[in-house]
């Protein structure tokens, strides 16, 4: 098989989808593939195997696996690889597929900043549920700063919106004030079927309700600040906004003039979050950041790095039409 007949694969592997794409050289698409989420870190071992092969099985139903020549799988949660027991569940089920190259299992901030630009350097961020930023170094992972965690920080995440929210509703009971815009709606989500009035009593029944959940829940509430437009929520978004270029700028020496590349399901075009973001860090002169494309579509042309001689033109071709 000559070089410009080699396919190469992409996997996209996130807490809510699992997403593969199989190309060739010439970045035109010869299967996609799609599952539910693949995270190591937020479903089991077993579960998160079966997700990513079978979004891989679905795009490489079309093609000979043996014509595919590099695989990239950006993983959220790949740090578990480490741990022996999901690595032989992986390469069991991997070695089903009848895949012949080799496959690197790299960060999804890799990929994300390979979604957006071509470049071999910058920084990434990435605010969806969590939020981290990361420093990329010839296509690699080097730094990272923030992704810390609910319990530790991931400022200006959906986590922390909607734990926002609801500290605002319950500062809002602590004054004694009734529940208005952003904060209505926060009591109407958490408490649908409360009858109580009283700012005490709602306060009480809104502490139960968050901390009868699953803490990451407070995610869910994020889209009642980013489609509210009430000062609370304003400021809210501003302070995310904030924390995110920090987080951003601490991965960046001064001076840097290397591409920021945004990602995540809060930084697209249109969020509140994502143009906040945008905008404060034109102002502190970071320039205008990049919107990463398919995570699927970035894998792959860092899967087909050493196999092209045109890594800019594919990388147009795949990733700016995928």
Same mark, same amino acid.
């Given at each position: 098989m000559h070089c410009d007949e080699a396919l190469v694969l992409g996997l996209d592997i996130g807490g809510t989808s699992s997403r593969a794409l199989v190309c060739d050289l010439s970045g035109r698409t010869r299967g996609t593939g799609e599952a539910a989420g693949g995270n190591p870190n937020s479903h089991p071992a077993d579960q998160a195997v079966r997700q990513i092969t079978a979004a891989t099985r679905s795009a490489l139903a079309q093609v000979d696996p043996a014509a595919v020549r590099g695989c990239v799988v950006g993983m959220a949660g790949v740090s578990k690889m480490a741990d022996p027991r999901f690595a032989e569940q992986f390469h069991r089920g991997w070695a089903e597929l009848g895949l012949t190259c080799p496959v690197r299992t790299t960060s999804d901030c890799e990929v994300a900043f390979a979604a957006g630009t071509s470049q071999p350097c910058g920084t990434v961020l990435i605010a969806g549920t969590g939020a981290i930023a990361a420093r990329i170094e010839r296509h690699r992972l080097t730094t990272t700063a923030g992704g810390h965690g609910w319990l530790l920080g991931d400022e200006g995440s959906a986590f922390w919106l909607g734990r926002e929210a609801v500290r605002a509703a319950l500062a809002a009971c602590d004054r004694g004030e009734p529940l208005r815009g952003l904060t209505g709606a926060v009591r109407a989500r958490l408490l649908?079927?409360?009858?109580?009035? #009283?700012?005490?009593?709602?306060?009480?029944?809104?502490? #139960?309700?968050?901390?009868?959940?699953?803490?990451?829940?407070?995610?869910?509430?994020?889209?009642?600040?980013? &489609?509210s437009s009430d000062d609370t929520a304003v400021d809210i978004v501003r302070?995310?906004?904030?924390?995110? !270029?920090? &987080?951003? !700028?601490?991965?960046r020496p001064p001076g840097d003039a290397s591409p920021i590349v945004l990602a995540g399901s809060l930084? !697209?075009?249109?969020?509140?979050? =994502?143009?906040?973001?945008?905008?404060?860090?034109?102002?502190? =002169?970071? =320039?205008?950041?990049?919107?990463?494309? #398919? =995570?699927a579509a970035g894998a792959a042309w860092l899967a087909a790095l050493d196999l092209t001689s045109d890594p800019a033109g594919l990388h147009e071709?795949?990733?700016?039409? &995928?």
């Open positions: 649908p079927d409360a009858v109580a009035d #009283s700012p005490a009593d709602v306060r009480k029944q809104l502490i #139960s309700a968050v901390h009868a959940a699953p803490p990451i829940r407070l995610a869910e509430l994020a889209p009642l600040v980013t &489609t302070r995310a906004a904030e924390a995110l !270029a920090d &987080t951003t !700028a601490r991965t930084l !697209a075009p249109g969020n509140p979050v =994502g143009d906040a973001v945008r905008a404060e860090l034109v102002e502190r =002169g970071l =320039g205008a950041p990049h919107t990463a494309g #398919s =995570g071709r795949l990733v700016a039409t &995928t």
